[in-house]
C-alpha cells in the first residue's frame, strides 16, 4: 500500500531558510577565491567554501526536510549512508567552487560547476534517501527524478553565475536565494518522485542501530550553529579589511 | 638563459617590489638583484632579472602593462635599454639618485607629493571628494595639473575596486564596465554609458575655464577597471570635454 506524506510546513520553510543561510556563507567564501595569493589561501577559502554549502546548504536542508516529512512510520538513517552522503556533497561543491573560482569567468567552466553542484546536490539527497531505514519500500517516478537533477543543475549554474559575475546587493543576496531553490527544489522534486510501499512491517537489518531524528537535530544544529559563526566572523574581517585598505 | 635589466618607475614604493616579484617568478625568472629608491615623485625600482630566453617578451610584456608601473625600460645585461613607456600623460622617468635615467620625450610627471597629501582626505570624504580635487588642482602647476588629476584618479579607482568590488571573478571589458564602471562611477556623477563609451554629463571639474581635461575620470576608470578584467591592463581615451567647450565629457575604454 502507497503511503501519503505530510509536511510541518514550518520546517519546510526552515529547511529552506537554512538552504538560503549555508549558500549565502559558502558563495560570501567562494567569491573571495579568486582573490587568494597563494596555493593554500587558495585551499583554504575552497575547503571552508565547499563545507558550507555541502554540509550546510545541501547536507543539514536535507535532513531538515526529512525531518519535516511525516510518512506515518518510524524512520532511521543508516550511519555510514548518511556520512557518505555528507562527504559527496562536500567533494562536489569542493569541486564545483574550485572550477568557478579559478581563472577568468568563462561559460564552459560556469557549466561545468553548475553541472557538479547540481549532481553534488542530487547525489547527496538519493545516497541521504537510500540510507532511510523503515518498514518500506521506496521506489522512484523516473520522470522527476530526471527533473529533479536538471533543476538543481540550472538553478547552481544560474547561483553560481549571480555569484561570481555580479556585484553589491544582487550578488549577494540573490545568488544565495537561488541556491536555496536549487537545493530545495531538487530536493522537494525528489520527494515528489518517491513512493512508499509499506512492505508488511519488515524492518531491514540495523534499522535499530540507525540515526534517529534527535541524533539529526542536534547534528544539524551544530551545523547551523558553525554556519552562522561562520557568516559573523566572515562579516566582521570583511569589515576590517574594508576599512584597512588604504588608498 | 638570458639576464635584463629592467628599471621602473611606480607612483609609491609601498609593496612594489613583491607585486612585480611576483610577476618575474611567474614568468620563470629568479632576482639577481634589485634597488628601490623614491624621490618626491614617486618610487624608482632597478631589477636584474635571469631565466629562460623565450619568456623574455611575455616577462617585459606582463612588467609593462602592470598597473602599479607608470614607466619601465629592459635591456639585456650590457646593451643599452629600451623604453617602454606607457600610453597616458602620467608616464614619466624621475630623476632618481644614484641611478641616472633618461627623461622621457614628451612626458609629463604628476606632482605626486600633493598627490599623496591629498588621497587620505580622498579616501575620507569619498564620494564628496569635489571640493578635494579642485583643491588638488589649484595647487599644482599648471604644466602637470593633467597628469597629477589622473593619478589621484588611478588611486583612488583601485581603491573602490578593491573596497567594493574585488570579490567575484574577472571579467570581460564590456561586462566590467557595466557591474563596476557605471556604478562606481555614478556615485561621482551623472553619467551616461554606450558600449564602451561613457560620458559624463555634468562633471564640476570640466567647467569652462578648468581644463582638467577629465583626467581625473580616466585614471580613475583605469584604476578601477585594471584590477577587474584580464588581461588586467586599461587604457581610457579622452574624446571631448566640457571644459574645451564640448557638449559633455566623453571618454572611450579599452584595453
Known amino acids: 500500500m502507497s503511503m501519503q506524506l505530510n509536511y510541518n510546513w514550518l520546517l519546510v520553510l526552515l529547511s529552506y ?19 587568494a595569493a597563494t596555493q593554500r589561501q587558495k585551499t583554504a577559502a575552497v575547503v571552508m567554501a565547499g563545507g558550507a554549502m555541502g554540509l550546510g546548504a545541501i547536507w543539514a536542508m536535507h535532513f531538515i526536510a526529512m525531518l519535516a516529512c511525516d510518512n506515518g512510520m518510524d524512520v532511521s538513517y543508516d550511519a555510514s549512508l548518511t556520512a557518505l552522503s555528507a562527504l559527496v556533497a562536500f567533494a562536489a561543491c569542493v569541486a564545483g567552487l574550485m572550477l ?6 568563462d561559460w564552459l567552466r560556469l557549466l561545468a560547476a553548475g553541472i557538479c553542484m547540481g549532481l553534488g546536490v542530487a547525489a547527496m539527497h538519493y545516497i541521504g534517501m537510500a540510507a532511510m531505514m523503515m518498514p518500506a519500500k521506496i521506489s522512484y517516478a ?27 546587493p544582487l550578488q549577494m543576496i540573490g545568488s544565495a536565494l537561488v541556491m536555496g531553490v536549487a537545493v530545495c527544489g531538487m ?43 561562520l557568516m559573523l566572523v566572515l562579516h566582521y574581517w570583511r569589515q576590517r579589511y574594508r576599512s584597512s585598505i588604504s588608498i | 638563459m638570458v639576464e635584463l635589466e629592467i628599471q621602473v618607475f611606480s607612483d609609491r614604493r609601498e609593496g612594489l617590489l613583491v607585486e612585480l616579484g611576483r610577476v618575474v617568478v611567474a614568468n620563470h625568472f629568479s632576482l639577481v638583484r634589485q634597488r628601490l629608491t623614491q624621490d618626491r615623485r614617486g618610487a624608482y625600482l632597478s631589477m636584474l632579472v635571469r631565466g629562460p630566453d623565450e619568456q623574455r617578451f611575455a616577462l617585459e610584456e606582463m612588467l609593462g602593462t602592470h598597473s602599479r608601473v607608470l614607466s619601465f625600460e ?45 588621497l587620505p582626505k580622498l579616501a575620507q570624504d569619498y564620494p564628496q571628494i569635489y571640493p578635494w580635487l579642485v583643491a588638488l588642482e589649484n595647487s599644482v ?25 574585488a570579490l567575484g571573478a574577472k571579467l570581460g571589458l564590456a561586462d566590467a564596465i557595466k557591474r563596476i564602471a557605471v ?51 586599461v587604457f581610457v581615451r579622452h574624446l571631448g570635454c566640457r571644459g574645451n567647450g564640448a557638449a559633455l565629457c566623453s571618454l572611450e575604454i579599452s584595453h
Open chain 1, 100 to 105: 568557478v573560482g579559478s581563472g577568468r569567468f
Open chain 2, 141 to 165: 602647476a599648471e604644466s602637470v595639473r593633467e597628469s597629477s588629476l589622473m593619478l589621484a584618479g588611478r588611486r583612488t579607482g583601485a581603491w573602490v575596486y578593491k573596497r567594493d568590488y
Open chain 1, 17 to 35: 531558510a537554512v538552504s538560503v543561510l549555508g549558500s549565502f556563507t559558502a558563495l560570501q567564501l567562494a567569491v573571495a577565491i579568486p582573490l
Open chain 2, 183 to 233: 556604478p562606481a562611477l555614478r556615485q561621482l556623477a551623472e553619467i551616461e554609458q554606450h558600449g564602451v563609451h561613457v560620458h559624463i554629463l555634468n562633471s564640476p571639474l570640466c567647467t569652462p575655464g578648468m581644463h582638467s581635461g577629465c583626467k581625473f575620470y580616466g585614471g580613475y576608470l583605469e584604476g578601477l577597471l585594471s584590477g577587474s578584467i584580464a588581461p588586467g591592463k
Open chain 1, 142 to 168: 523516473s520522470g522527476l527524478v530526471a527533473l529533479s537533477v536538471v533543476i538543481a543543475m540550472v538553478a547552481s549554474t544560474v547561483a553560481l553565475w549571480l555569484a561570481f559575475n555580479l556585484r553589491g
Open chain 1, 187 to 229: 530536493h522537494y522534486t525528489g520527494m515528489a518522485a518517491a513512493s512508499f510501499e509499506d512492505n508488511g512491517g519488515q524492518l531491514p537489518d540495523g534499522y535499530a542501530e540507525g540515526l534517529r531524528g534527535g541524533n539529526l537535530g542536534l547534528t544539524i544544529f551544530v551545523v547551523v550553529t558553525i554556519l552562522l559563526v
Open chain 2, 74 to 118: 629592459a635591456a639585456l645585461a650590457g646593451e643599452t635599454a629600451v623604453i617602454c613607456a606607457k600610453p597616458t600623460s602620467a608616464s614619466a622617468m624621475p630623476l632618481a639618485e644614484p641611478v641616472a635615467v633618461p627623461e622621457l620625450p614628451g612626458a609629463v610627471m604628476p606632482d605626486v607629493l600633493q598627490v599623496e597629501h591629498i
